[in-house]
Nanobody, 115 residues
């Protein structure tokens, strides 16, 4: 059974850092495109970053240079290192993948950037 579980969210001041982690089970993250999305209050869910099986990484423009997506094949996790956080980064962050034509989402982890 495919499952994703995010962790690492919290409250942080502007300029601070957080690392989110997505623990996968039922499949190997090394074999699939893994993505992070976020949903700000009152807004639609938006794509944030992706990592491919060849370790190609892609980011939405607003987080380039501040966020880093990475994969730990041994732990079977996908992390999102977030630096220089701004209030606009506030939202629920979700891990996502597509396996055998089915979308898989975690339950999300809340990130709040505020002074």
């Amino acid at each position: 059974q495919v499952q994703l579980a995010e962790s690492g969210g919290g409250l942080v001041q502007p300029g601070g850092s957080l690392t989110l982690s997505c623990a996968a089970s039922g499949f190997s993250v090394r074999n699939y495109n893994m993505k992070w999305y976020r949903q700000a209050p009152g807004k639609e869910r938006e794509w944030v970053a992706s990592i491919t099986p060849t370790t190609l990484t892609v980011y939405t423009e607003s987080v380039k240079g501040r966020f880093t997506i990475s994969r730990d094949n041994f732990k079977n996790t996908v992390d999102l290192q977030m630096n220089k956080l701004i209030p606009e980064d506030t939202g629920v962050y979700y891990c996502h993948t597509l396996i055998d034509g089915r979308f898989a989402w975690g339950q999300g982890t809340q990130v709040a950037v505020s002074s």
